[in-house]
């Protein structure tokens, strides 16, 4: 079992970050990569497939990924213009977004005892497992994930959001790791991403001031570490310019208790509510 160190929890409640070495093994990133493999295996990819991108945000209008809550997914990288013949690792950004209720491997992985504890030490009192991404930032085309933070994506009432970014290969500043502004998940939210009446999605900004990104610290990790972001942490990683890819899980928890608005875009069917640790 792991828990935190009283040190480890107040640095987490001053910066909004924290980062844990070594919380996962290497094996237990191997399973992940390998599991990731065999869903890629069984994956066709439709025509030229779905885009990801956070420069540009047509795919929010796109079926595909605006009915992915509570699917298995994958988009691609949107540099990739025709994803026939090249290596789908290669070419995807990420899959999502419930991988961690409807795959054993992946349910496994996120239910480990650790993981409930660390939700425990940070602060949650009934976690729900919303959202799960597999994140492939493959070599040389791997896009920049413009500065966010997540509560305006995953908004709650009141905020609740925390995401645990598990590091499956080591993130370096060369293939694409991600860089935060510690503390500023002081600040309040400066947007809010809405369904729309006409069945896509808007972002409503709340304040216009710009992140002071000078101030941003990298968080490289090597493999098997844990990032654990506070809802309101403004983050950002950089393209991937380097030969070797940078493969990452990020698993993020709301409070049962908080809630959880009927306009956020990741919604899940009825037959298949959000879960917690042991449900
Ligand atoms: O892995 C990345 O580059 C970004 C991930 C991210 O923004 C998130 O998990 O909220």
């Known amino acids: 079992m792991t828990s935190l160190t009283g040190i480890q929890k107040d640095s987490f409640i001053d910066d909004g ?32 497939g779905t885009v990801f991108s956070t420069t540009d945000s047509t795919h929010h209008e796109d079926d595909y990924f605006l009915t992915s809550g509570d699917k298995i997914r994958f988009f691609f990288e949107d540099s990739v213009v025709d994803s026939e013949g090249a290596s789908l690792e290669l070419s995807l950004n990420k899959a999502g977004h419930a991988m961690h209720d409807l795959d054993p491997v992946f349910s496994s992985f996120v239910r480990q005892p650790k993981l409930a504890e660390l939700a425990a030490d940070i602060g949650f009192v009934d976690p729900l497992l919303l959202q799960s991404m597999y994140i ?35 993130a370096t500043i060369e293939n694409g790791c991600m860089w935060c502004l510690p503390g500023l998940h002081r600040d309040r939210p400066r947007q809010r991403l809405k369904r729309s009446k006409s069945g896509g999605l808007e972002m409503e900004t709340l304040d216009s001031t710009p992140f002071p990104t ?3 610290i990298p968080l490289e990790a090597e493999k098997g570490t844990v990032v654990v972001i506070d809802g309101l942490l403004p983050h950002w990683s950089g393209p991937n310019t380097s030969s070797r890819s940078r493969h990452a899980f990020t698993l993020h928890l709301i409070e049962r208790s908080a809630h959880y608005s009927d306009d956020n875009w990741l919604q899940r069917s009825p037959e298949m509510p959000l879960r917690g640790f042991a449900d």
């Open 136 to 170: 492939f930032k493959p070599p040389r085309i791997g896009g920049e994930v413009v500065w966010h933070t997540d509560h305006p994506f995953l908004w709650t009432d009141p905020p609740s959001v925390k995401g645990f970014w598990v590091a499956l290969e080591d």
């Open 214 to 216: 000078e101030n941003k």
């Open 17 to 48: 970050v924290l980062v844990l070495p070594k919380f996962f093994s290497e094996g237990d990133c191997d399973s992940l990569r390998k599991r990731m493999g065999q869903l890629l295996d069984d994956y066709e990819p439709k025509g030229n």
